[in-house]
């Protein structure tokens, strides 16, 4: 069975998360093949401050600018 884990900025809405984990559920079952229902995934969400780019928060480089 395979297993989906995406790790994304909070933030979206519920309405946004269905319709990601719907079309990955397509696009993986395309692509694998077999049972869609037997497709797993899990929506990660970490804050501003969690994410890090280049050694800075997410949060320090918005605040820059």
């Known amino acids: ?4 884990q995406m790790t994304m900025l909070a933030g979206r809405s519920v309405d ?3 319709e990601l ?5 397509a696009a993986a079952a395309e692509v694998l093949g077999g049972d869609p229902a037997r ?3 899990a929506l990660v969400e970490v804050t501003g401050d969690d994410w890090g ?3 800075e928060t997410f949060n320090d480089l918005q605040a820059k600018g």
């Open 21 to 25: 984990i719907s079309k990955l559920n």
């Open 53 to 55: 780019i280049g050694g």
């Open 1 to 4: 069975m395979p297993f989906i």
């Open 16 to 18: 946004t998360k269905r």
């Open 39 to 41: 497709i797993r995934i």
